[in-house]
């Protein structure tokens, strides 16, 4: 867990030039930015690819008292900052080749309940089911949008929340390469799906029939 690492400091530098503005995402150190990740054809040419992974956690929100200013910031956050940044990379030119794709790196706390994490966890799911709306309204569009649960790590935000054998800890490189197949064409088909990175692929593969039939499976959807 980095304070704005480099590459996410270079893409914001480049979406400056190229959009004249971009969201601070320091604030009162309390925005930090998981990853992100970019890559051109050439200097100043289009960018093809982002992974976007703002998180705000630095604090439990209690369910029973929550204070309206914390879950606002926490919104601002993982649904507001991610959302500009999305829009900023969907208002540059298109690359001379292949699709744009949108990479939003989640937590498994949109999907559970835990202690404690009422805003996080909700701002996640918010924010994952925005984009569940963006890929269905761009889907005949030269876009690829996926949200990725990376995995479960020790590091040290865990640490604040958790016993070191709250879980089975996986291999940080783990959302790395699950996320580097994502954007490949083979994985087009989970445009729009939320995927977790353990899951393994050659049985996601086997679904790709069963999500062309049902756009709601592997999506944040009320099930009966």
């Given at each position: ?8 400091e ?24 998981k990853g992100s990740?970019?890559s ?20 439990s ?5 929550p204070?309206a200013w914390?879950?606002?910031?926490t919104y601002?956050?993982n649904v507001?900052?991610?959302l500009n ?13 292949g699709?744009k794709?949108?990479i ?9 309940q835990t202690p ?36 479960t790590?020790d590091t040290?935000?865990?640490a604040?929340h958790?016993?070191s054998?709250?879980f089975?800890w ?11 197949w ?5 994985a ?14 050659d ?9 062309a039939a049902?756009p709601?499976?592997?999506t ?5």
């Open positions: 867990m980095t304070q704005l690492g480099s590459e996410y270079d893409l914001v530098e480049e979406l400056r030039k190229r959009k004249g503005s971009c969201m601070n995402a320091n604030k009162g150190g309390h925005w930090m930015c990740c970019i051109g054809e050439s200097e100043g040419g289009p960018i093809k690819d982002t992974l976007e992974a703002w998180i705000h956690g630095e604090r929100i209690c369910t029973t008292t204070k914390e879950v606002l910031e601002n956050t507001v900052a991610n940044m999305v829009q900023a990379f969907l208002d540059l030119p298109m690359p001379t080749s699709k794709t949108i939003n790196v989640t937590s498994g706390a949109a999907h559970v404690g994490q009422a805003a996080y966890g909700s701002s996640k799911a918010t924010f994952a089911r925005m984009l569940q709306h963006l890929a269905n309204e761009r889907k005949s569009e030269n876009v690829k949008i996926f949200t990725v649960h990376p995995g790590f040290p935000l865990a604040r958790f016993p054998d709250a089975q996986e291999d940080i490189s783990l959302v790395g390469q699950f996320c580097t994502v954007a490949t064409s083979e087009e088909f989970l445009h729009g799906r939320f995927v977790w990175a353990q899951w393994d692929v049985e996601l593969i086997a679904f790709k029939d069963k999500m049902n709601e499976f592997m944040i959807e009320l099930v009966q």
